[in-house]
């Protein structure tokens, strides 16, 4: 079935420090790649997205480009600060008649000042 | 344009009891998805509704929980019978209706933190 993993956390990296979380996925069809991400407590939101190949989804200085070839969607970002820390979801998007979302299992990430 | 909106924020039964878990759509949002998430892991899908239809609910459990999305009022994720096991919290989602690029994007609600004692 259609599925998504990523990198495992925590990832603990000092302020403007370079980021990347690896996102790999497995789908039928030709899915709607997106990134979440979910402060505490709260619920998620959409960082970027990506729709077809090739594609670079990009917001707040993260950006993630789809790469059909390697069934990837890494997020990365050149320069992390204290206010990026928070859980990061990698998702993909499939039409089941109406689109269902499958969420990775989440990156927990600190950045320390 | 208020957001999803769901209720309560925090919810504590004791096993045996029922939990009723309420969601609001944002305005306009035909398509709701609620999903759960334990700590310290991700968010499993449950179910996905539209307006009075259930659209997939391959992530339910086969007892105790059930969905619905009347044609009016908000949605409701039901559980019989809590168990400890149940604590959990449950995060609803709507999308606007259609099919085309940009309706696959999902709006959160902030969550119902369920806890049985």
């Known amino acids: 079935g259609d599925s998504v993993t990523q990198m495992e956390g925590p990832v603990t990296l000092s302020e403007e420090a370079f980021l990347t979380i690896n996102c790999t996925y497995t789908a039928t069809g030709y899915p709607s790649l997106f990134w979440y991400v979910q402060y505490p407590g709260e619920g998620l939101q959409l960082l970027l997205k990506?729709?077809?190949?090739?594609d670079k989804g990009s917001n707040k200085g993260f950006e993630a480009t789809y790469r059909k070839e390697t069934t990837s969607f890494h997020l990365e970002k050149g320069s992390v600060q204290v206010s990026d820390s928070a859980v990061y979801f990698c998702a993909l998007s499939v039409n089941t008649g109406g689109f269902k979302t499958i969420f990775g299992a989440g990156t927990r990430l600190f950045v320390k000042a | 344009n208020a957001g999803v909106m769901q209720n309560p924020r925090h919810l504590v039964r004791r096993r045996g009891q029922e939990a009723r878990l309420r969601c609001s759509p944002m305005?306009?949002?035909?398509?709701v998805y609620w999903y759960r998430q334990l700590p310290e892991e991700g968010l499993k899908f449950m179910v996905y509704?539209?307006?009075?239809?259930?659209?997939?609910e391959s992530g339910m459990p086969k007892e105790r929980f059930s969905a619905e999305f009347p044609k009016e009022g908000p949605s409701i994720l039901r559980i019989q019978q809590v168990v400890r096991g149940d604590s959990a919290a449950y995060f609803c989602?709507?999308?606007?209706?259609?099919?085309?690029?940009?309706?696959?994007?999902?709006?959160f609600g902030s969550g119902t933190q369920l806890s049985v004692l």
């Open positions: 990506a729709t077809k190949a090739d």
């Open positions: 989602a709507s999308s606007p209706p259609g099919q085309g690029a940009g309706s696959e994007k999902l709006f």
């Open positions: 509704l539209q307006k009075e239809n259930i659209i997939d």
């Open positions: 305005k306009g949002h035909s398509h």
